[in-house]
């Protein structure tokens, strides 16, 4: 079976950076691809970055790219989510989520595996 932890959320400030963890258990890791999804109260969950298993590709929501960067660690069985230059509306819980497959997908509903969850808060 395959398990996701999700960490590094936090509180911070208009223009601060987080860099979140997802660490993965279970088998063939790195036949995994990954996704960050975040979810604002009140929200549907949408998508944010997502990699491919071997890091050689990946994509991002129009409102995060230029300031997050998706990355993984398949030594470490770890997927990051590097955040910089936080605003008010990035506030969300963040999901880091898996699936086996040859390609990368932005629906919710196509990853198999999902961690907890960790909550990000930006103020202004």
């Known amino acids: 079976q395959v398990q996701l932890v999700d960490s590094g959320g936090g509180s911070v400030q208009a223009g601060d950076s987080l860099r979140l963890s997802c660490r993965i258990s279970g088998r063939s890791f790195s036949a995994l691809n990954a996704a960050w999804f975040r979810q604002a109260s009140g929200k549907e969950r949408v998508f944010v970055a997502g990699i491919t298993w071997n890091a050689d590709s990946s994509y991002y929501a129009d409102s995060v790219k230029g300031r997050f960067t998706i990355s993984r660690d398949n030594a470490k069985n770890t997927v990051y989510l590097q955040m910089n230059s936080l605003k008010p509306e990035d506030t969300a819980v963040y999901y880091c989520?898996?699936?086996?497959?040859?390609?990368?997908?932005?629906?919710?509903?196509?990853?198999?595996?999902w961690g907890q969850g960790t909550k990000v808060t930006v103020s202004s």
């Open positions: 989520a898996a699936r086996y497959s040859d390609r990368l997908s932005r629906y919710p509903y196509e990853y198999a595996y």
